[in-house]
């Protein structure tokens, strides 16, 4: 036996299972039950070539397929998108950390949706308060550039490890754990946050009734009015305009390019942090760059677009590679 292993026609013979009676012969009662094994083994794993072949296109066309059809249903069916979207990404993570045990990420969680929950219920309130929409925008606000914040300290803290410089220091594990902890919660939380803006955003504007998704407002917008807020943004003598909310006294106002005009904060908050590019009246195209007066500005804007690919990480991966372990099931391919 010892002389086959230096004969290529054996090993290839012992591999494809096709050992001759001669060869047999010459086989120890050890090495002949190991043939026996081999050969039970080819047997049961016969086709998996083909099987292998038939999963890497399965794998492969669901990813590109779904692409094509998540986009579809976004531009056709944005509201159902939008609620299969943020049901996902609210409840899948707590629903992994109730297996896993992450009772921490579970506290933090729950005290998010007790706020975020308050803030809601204020936004979808009719009659809308004067100050509710820049209160929203104010708590979103926070929460973007805490979650910014947070990610950019854990990303940075994983280049502390990745260059060895935690392991001067005898800390690259402690390190590593806190840098990727940090950078998923402030990815999770950016992106959630973002997601219940944009409803509080068309909730509020279609309360105050300037502001329409589908058809046309319920109201007329007069002269030096915010649509946003629905308050006065000046109060030129002769108008018949109510008087201007005390808070909003003294306020800079902001005329796009369609002449309407708004408080600055309320139109940099529909813009900037609602995620709408549009006049909440006529719908006409904003120019996002009259918004970015800081570098701060353009950095939180490339970190929103950053967040928007995070939701096909939490949502719509585990969903497709779901659908593909289906699929397998399917097809007896496991």
């Known amino acids: ?18 050992l001759s009676d001669e060869q047999l012969a010459r086989l120890t009662a050890e090495q002949v039950e190991k043939y026996q094994q081999h050969l039970q083994f080819l047997v049961e794993h016969q086709g998996h070539e083909k099987r292998h072949e038939l999963m890497a296109f399965i794998l492969l066309f669901s990813l590109f397929a779904s692409q094509f059809l998540i986009l579809y249903w976004k531009k056709k069916h944005y509201r159902s998108y939008q609620a299969v979207s943020l049901g996902g990404l609210y409840f899948f993570p707590v629903l992994m950390g109730l297996k896993e045990g992450w009772y921490y990420f579970i506290t933090v969680w729950i005290i998010y949706s007790l706020l975020n929950g308050f803030v809601l219920y ?47 220091f005898n800390v690259e594990s402690n390190l590593t754990q806190i ?28 309360t105050i009734g300037y502001y329409s998704k589908d058809g046309l407002p319920q109201k007329h917008l007069n002269a ?89 990480l939490v949502v719509w991966q585990p969903l497709i590679f779901g659908a593909v372990r289906l699929s397998y099931y399917l097809f007896n391919l496991d």
């Open 1 to 18: 036996m010892d002389d086959f292993h230096s004969d290529p026609s054996f090993n290839a013979a012992w591999h494809d299972g096709r």
């Open 122 to 168: 204020k936004a979808s309130r009719n009659p809308l308060e004067a100050m509710t929409p820049r209160m929203v925008y104010k708590w979103y606000t926070v929460i973007y550039n805490t979650s910014f914040v947070v990610g950019v300290l854990g990303y940075c803290l994983i280049l502390i490890v990745f260059f060895q410089i935690a392991a001067l």
């Open 179 to 206: 840098g990727i902890l940090a950078l998923c919660y402030g990815l999770y939380f950016g992106v959630l946050g973002r997601d219940f803006v944009e409803i509080c955003s068309d909730r509020m504007a279609s």
């Open 224 to 312: 030096d009015i915010c649509a946003v807020c629905g308050q006065g943004t000046s109060h030129s003598v002769g108008t018949m305009l109510e008087p201007q909310h005390n808070a909003f006294a003294g306020d800079e106002v902001h005329q796009l390019a369609c002449k309407h005009k708004f408080h600055e904060k309320c139109i940099r908050g529909w813009c900037l942090i609602g995620k709408k590019d549009i006049c909440p009246y006529c719908k006409e195209k904003v120019d996002m760059k009259q918004f970015k007066k800081n570098p701060w500005d353009t950095q939180q804007q490339l970190y929103l677009n950053i967040l928007d690919g995070v939701r096909y």
